[in-house]
């Protein structure tokens, strides 16, 4: 069972930042392919951004390339995802998920390929 726990949501200015942190449970994290997805109200929820079990490969939704970074560290089972000049459209709940069989395949953009989610972190950019 993998537990995952978001934070560091919260209200910003558009052209501000925020950085989300989803801390892991479990001795195999280093295993797992870890994702961003969000949500808006009334929309699907859609992917954000994805990174590799070694920290190697990382890939972005075209709407936030430029501007997100996602990272994780290993020894302190923890992902996260650094958001930089922020727009009223990147208003959502943030989720992050792990891919558990991550280390034997590439990474997914697809919310299908995750197995475990957070419970979400609110992110509110006013214009």
């Known amino acids: 069972q993998v537990q995952l726990v978001e934070s560091g949501g919260g209200s910003v200015q558009a052209g501000g930042s925020l950085r989300l942190s989803c801390a892991a449970s479990g001795r195999t994290f280093s295993t797992y392919n870890m994702g961003w997805f969000r949500q808006a109200p009334g929309k699907e929820r859609e992917f954000v951004a994805v990174?590799?079990?070694?920290?190697?490969?990382?890939n972005y939704a075209d709407s936030v390339k430029g501007r997100f970074t996602i990272s994780r560290d290993n020894a302190k089972i923890t992902m996260y995802l650094q958001m930089n000049s922020l727009k009223p459209e990147d208003t959502a709940v943030y989720y992050c998920?792990?891919?558990?069989?991550?280390?034997?395949?590439?990474?997914?953009?697809?919310?299908?390929?995750?197995?475990?989610w957070g419970q979400g972190t609110q992110v509110t950019v006013s214009s």
């Open positions: 990174i590799s079990w070694n920290g190697v490969s990382t």
């Open positions: 998920a792990a891919d558990t069989l991550g280390f034997f395949r590439a990474t997914a953009t697809e919310a299908s390929a995750y197995g475990y």
